[in-house]
């Protein structure tokens, strides 16, 4: 991916706290009133835990309002009632409506993570957005889920 495409698509994300880019927006296939999965992956630096209060959205066209996702995952040692060590992928399941005109669809994703680094003791609230879009009523392609990655300090 060139500098200048990558640098495009940093720039339709926000973020507040260490910063974020996506390295693809991800995209997902589906056919008229059928079900897709949509999926995203967190991640973040080694030394760092996610508290478990951390918020996970996705706004979709077909859905009318915001779906929240729960993270789960391998528990922190050192605190497993409040953070997490490791993430599973964050997963909506979508239907789309019978009778959607074909084309490109637009889905937003935010979060409110916490994000704790071990090493210095702190924690830092991060607002995060990407996008991703849902193809319909196309010949399926290889769907690419969303990954949202905290950089290192």
């Known amino acids: 991916m060139s500098s200048l495409r990558l640098l495009a698509l940093c720039a339709l994300l926000l973020v507040t706290g260490y910063g974020l880019c996506a390295s693809e927006s991800g995209i997902f296939y589906a056919q008229p009133g059928q079900k897709v999965e949509v999926r995203l992956e967190l991640r973040l630096p080694p030394q ?35 953070y997490l060590q490791s993430f599973d992928l964050l997963v909506w399941k979508l ?4 009778g959607t005109i074909a084309g490109r669809y637009p889905l937003q ?4 993570v916490y994000a704790c ?6 924690c830092q609230k991060h607002a995060l957005k990407a996008v991703g879009s849902l193809v319909v009523g196309q010949q399926e392609g290889t769907s690419k889920l969303v990954r949202l990655e905290l950089p290192r300090p």
Not at 95 to 98: E, R, S, T
Not at 117 to 122: M, N, P, R, S, T
Request: glycine residues 8%.
């Open 117 to 122: 680094d071990e090493g210095l003791g702190l």
């Open 109 to 112: 994703f935010k979060a409110t």
């Open 48 to 82: 760092f835990a996610l508290q478990k209060r951390s918020q996970f959205w996705l706004i979709s066209p077909f859905a009318g309002k915001l779906l929240e996702a729960k993270a789960s995952g391998r528990d922190w040692p050192q605190d497993p009632q409040h």
């Open 95 to 98: 239907k789309v409506p019978a």
